[in-house]
C-alpha cells in the first residue's frame, strides 16, 4: 500500500468483514493454529499469539446483517450487539473457530457466553472474569489463573505450551501496536484533519481480525503517510466521545460527528487495542505476571471496569485536558447499562469543571442521523459562539 487511501480502503475491506476470510485464510496455512473469538472490550491477545493462534476481535454485525433469529434469544430492552452476535454464530460465520472468550463486561454479555455454550459453538467457551481487587496477590492471583485456563484450553486442541519466549515476543509485538496507535492519535490530537476519525476507526479496527505482525506494518505505513502536510484545518471543534466502547457506534455516526463540525480528538470506540497504557514489560521470567501487573496497574478507565481508587469521571477530564479538547460527546448503545449509569458521574464531574458536553443514545444499525446532526451542530456552535477561549483565538 504506497498511500493513506489504499491503506484505507485496505483497512476498510477487513474492519466490516463478517466471514473474517483474513483470518480464516491465517489458519488455513498450518493445522496446529487457532483462531479465538473474543468479545469487546478487552483480551490480553498476547496470550493467543503465544499459543500459536490469533485472537478475533468479534464486534456485532454493525448495518451488515439483517437480525432474525437473534432477537428471538433476547428481550426486546436490552442493546443489539448480543442479537448480531448470535445470528453470526447461527449463519455460521464462526466456522473454524476453535474457541470463545467472554471478557465479564456486563450480564449480557455474560448471558451470550451461555448460549454459546448451550449452542456448542466452538471446542470452548470461557468467560473472564476481570479482578475486582487491584492487590497483586488477590486480584493479580485470580487474573492469572483466569488467563492459564484460557491458554490451557487452547493447548487442548493444538498442544501448545506457553513459554516464556513466545510471550515476550507477543508482548513486544503487542506493545509496539499500542506504541503506534497512540502516535497516530498524537499526530491526530495536532492535525485532526489529515485523517478522518472514520478513517482512523478503518486502521484500527483491521486490526482486531489480522495478525498483529501485519497490523504493525499498516500502523507503520499510516504514521509515515500522515506526517505529510495533507488536507487543510476547517473552522471545527474539538471533542472526546465517550461511551462507545462496546456495540460500536455506526460508522455514519461517527462520520456525522465530524460533518456537524467536531473533530473528533479521542474516543473509546475500540478501546480494547489501547487499554493498557504504555507498555507491558518486556522479557521477564514471568511475562503472564507481566500482563497481569499491567491489567492492575496501567488500564485505562471504562465503565466495564471496576475502579474505585482511580474514578473514571476524573480521567475522563484529564483525558478531555491532554487532547485539548472543546466538549465531550456522551454517546452510548441504547440500553447498555455499564455506559448509561455511569453518565450521570461523568456529566457531573464535567458541570464542576465547567466542560460542555451532549448526550445521545444510539444502535449499531442506526440509519437515521438528522436530528443527531443538527444537535451536534448546535452543539459545535453554541461553543464556537460564546466559548470565551475559542473566540480570543
Ligand atoms: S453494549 Fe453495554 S449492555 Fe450491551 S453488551 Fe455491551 S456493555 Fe453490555
Avoid at 139 to 154: A, D, P
Amino acid at each position: 500500500m504506497k498511500t493513506l487511501k489504499e491503506a484505507i480502503e485496505k483497512c476498510k475491506e477487513l474492519s466490516f468483514d463478517l466471514n473474517f476470510t483474513e483470518a480464516k485464510k491465517w489458519k488455513s496455512k498450518d493445522n496446529k493454529r487457532v483462531l479465538i473469538g473474543y468479545m469487546p472490550i478487552y483480551f490480553p491477545r498476547e496470550i493467543v499469539h503465544a499459543s500459536n493462534g490469533l485472537a478475533v476481535g468479534i464486534l456485532g454485525t454493525g448495518d451488515r446483517k439483517r437480525i432474525i433469529k437473534g432477537d428471538a434469544y433476547y428481550q426486546s430492552y436490552i442493546c443489539r450487539i448480543p442479537r448480531g452476535i448470535i445470528e453470526l454464530a447461527l449463519d455460521k460465520h464462526f466456522e473454524s473457530f476453535d474457541g470463545f472468550v467472554f471478557p465479564s463486561i456486563c450480564d449480557v454479555i455474560r448471558n451470550l457466553s451461555g448460549m454459546f455454550q448451550l449452542l456448542g459453538v466452538g471446542t470452548f467457551v470461557s468467560y473472564l472474569d476481570y479482578p475486582q481487587n487491584f492487590n497483586p496477590d488477590i486480584g493479580g492471583e485470580f487474573y492469572k489463573n483466569e488467563l492459564k485456563q484460557i491458554t490451557s484450553n487452547i493447548s487442548k486442541i493444538n498442544n501448545s505450551e506457553l513459554d516464556a519466549e513466545k510471550l515476550n515476543l507477543a508482548i513486544s509485538l503487542f506493545n509496539k501496536n499500542r506504541k503506534l496507535i497512540n502516535s497516530i492519535y498524537d499526530v491526530r490530537q495536532e492535525f485532526p484533519w489529515r485523517m478522518t476519525a472514520e478513517e482512523l476507526y478503518y486502521i484500527i479496527r483491521a486490526g482486531m481480525v489480522i495478525p498483529v505482525e501485519e497490523h504493525n506494518v499498516i500502523l507503520e505505513q499510516v504514521y509515515e503517510l500522515i506526517q505529510e502536510d495533507i488536507g487543510h484545518p476547517m473552522d471545527k471543534i474539538r471533542v472526546v466521545v465517550s461511551g462507545s466502547f462496546c456495540e460500536q457506534a455506526p460508522v455514519s455516526l461517527i462520520k456525522t460527528i465530524e460533518l456537524a463540525g467536531c473533530y473528533v480528538v479521542d474516543d473509546d470506540f475500540l478501546i480494547g487495542s489501547r487499554w493498557i497504557e504504555g507498555d507491558v514489560e518486556e522479557d521477564t521470567n514471568d511475562p503472564l505476571d507481566a500482563l497481569v501487573n499491567a491489567f492492575l496497574t496501567k488500564s485505562t478507565f471504562s465503565s466495564s471496569l471496576y475502579d474505585v481508587y482511580n474514578p473514571k469521571e476524573k480521567r475522563l477530564i484529564d483525558l478531555y485536558k491532554k487532547r485539548n479538547a472543546d466538549g465531550i460527546i456522551f454517546a452510548a448503545a441504547s440500553f447498555c447499562d455499564p455506559a448509561l449509569l455511569d453518565r450521570p458521574v461523568l456529566q457531573n464531574a464535567c458541570d464542576k469543571d465547567n466542560i460542555r458536553y451532549i448526550s445521545f443514545k444510539y444502535s449499531e444499525n442506526t440509519g437515521q442521523f438528522k436530528n443527531i446532526k443538527e444537535q451536534v451542530g448546535a452543539f459545535a456552535d453554541s461553543i464556537k459562539l460564546w466559548d470565551d477561549e475559542l473566540i480570543e483565538n
